[in-house]
């Protein structure tokens, strides 16, 4: 079975700042979806990025990129000139791409990463 | 296009009453997922459903847990006979095609007194 790690529990960034947080998963498959959500103190889920794993470019929106290492089985992300409304949970999440009947279209979700904007 | 729809946001329960949770998905979408959020802790996989479906449910309790999802109107999530262990954040994401981005809607947080 699939699973994500996020080792810190919590993170803080002066705002303007550069933020990274950390995500690595353990995984048998070679294809596969990797993402980070957002959950602000509203409890709502946000897609923040979404990267596949046959890509070897790292996947970028706005602010936010992330670094892919595929071999280390690791996603971490980057938060640049962060925001005040960056503070949120981070979740690292990941699915399987096999497309079989019945197959794994669940997201696995890591146990979120905390992050605290300071202005 | 409003998105992942989910009522109500917030249910209170006595143990032993019944849980409805619904969720209507974004316009064409036809895959639903559910999940559930513990406090502290991240989201963990319920049940996946089309149209009429149940298509993976290996994240579902076995007893008193059920779910829906009808040809007409939206998905529902029902938990039977709740105990305060069920207290937590239920969350419903919709995608158009198998395989595509789930999109989250807001949740709805069940108290169980």
Known sequence: AQTVTQSQPEMSVQEAETVTLSCTYDTSESDYYLFWYKQPPSRQMILVIRQEAYKQQNATENRFSVNFQKAAKSFSLKISDSQLGDAAMYFCAYRSARREQGGSEKLVFGKGTKLTVNP | ?113
């Not at chain 2, 998905?75 to 919709?94: N, P």
Request: glycine share 8%; net charge positive.
């Open chain 2, 1 to 113: 296009n409003a998105g992942v729809m989910q009522n109500p946001r917030h249910l209170v329960r006595r143990r032993g009453q019944e849980a409805r949770l619904r969720c209507s998905p974004m316009k064409g979408h036809s895959h639903v997922y559910w999940y559930r959020q513990l406090p502290e802790e991240g989201l963990k996989f319920m049940v996946y459903l089309q149209k009429e479906n149940i298509i993976d449910e290996s994240g579902m309790p076995k007893e008193r847990f059920s779910a829906e999802f009808p040809k007409e109107g939206p998905s529902i999530l029902r938990i039977q006979q709740v105990v305060r262990g069920d207290s937590a954040a239920y969350f419903c994401a919709s995608s158009p095609f198998l395989g595509d981005t789930q999109y989250f809607g807001p949740g709805t947080r069940l108290t169980v007194l």
